[in-house]
């Protein structure tokens, strides 16, 4: 069974602070995939690494995947409201000959900004 | 294009009742994959339905079971309810399913009581 790990599980800044949001599995996956979901609604996703060692930004978030492919993590830079939310990663596995691969979701990083 | 519309929003049922939820997916998207959320448990994989066809499965009871019609639209049925069966039940789309990016709905939210 592939478990992805989130840390921190909870966190609450102000803005402009800067944050860092880590996914860890004993795994190796074929990519990891990340997605904030706000209270009410489903997941939206954000990004997709797929090569070890892969740098991703998308303006103020910066997404990395570790170079063994086991781990990743988001940087968000001068954090505002508006990023507050429920932050996943889910790992896609290495499928079995024969087997269809499927997303496995982490723990979640849930995160305010506050004003 | 419009996304993946779940419905309904939200149901109320008594335990032992049975439920259907059905999703659309996006136009052009031939997988379907069903999780359930919940606070303590977070995002746990159901199935994954494919051309019609059931790929993957998660580790849940067989009260749980699904489908995918010829216009790929999917139901997820729930038989002989549960309390602990409350939670937001998320679907999602995607081109080649597996691994793949994944477009979510908005969900479905049961209670059960």
């Known amino acids: 069974t592939q478990l992805l790990e989130q840390s921190p599980q909870f966190l609450s800044i102000q803005e402009g602070e800067n944050l860092t949001v880590y996914c860890n599995s004993s795994s190796v996956f074929s990519s990891l995939q990340w997605y904030r979901q706000e209270p009410g609604e489903g997941p939206v996703l954000l990004v997709t690494v797929v090569t070890g060692g892969e740098v991703k930004k998308l303006k103020r978030l910066t997404f990395q995947f570790g170079d063994a492919r086991k781990d990743s993590s988001l940087h968000i830079t001068a954090a505002q409201p508006g990023d507050t939310g429920l932050y996943l990663c889910a790992g896609a596995g290495l499928a079995a000959a024969g087997t269809a691969s499927k997303l496995t979701f982490g723990t979640g990083t849930r995160l305010q900004v506050t004003l | 294009k419009a996304g993946v519309t779940q419905t309904p929003r939200y149901l109320i049922k008594t335990r032992g009742q049975q439920v259907t939820l059905s999703c659309s997916p996006i136009s052009g998207h031939r997988s379907v994959s069903w999780y359930q959320q919940t606070p303590g448990q977070g995002l746990q994989f159901l199935f994954e339905y494919f051309s019609e066809t059931q790929r993957n499965k998660g580790n849940f009871p067989g009260r749980f079971s699904g489908r995918q019609f010829s216009n790929s639209r999917s139901e997820m049925n729930v038989s002989t309810l549960e309390l602990g069966d409350s939670a937001l039940y998320l679907c999602?789309?995607?081109?080649?399913?597996?691994?793949?990016?994944?477009?979510f709905g908005q969900g479905t939210r049961l209670t059960v009581v």
């Open positions: 999602a789309s995607s081109y080649g399913g597996g691994g793949t990016e994944a477009f």
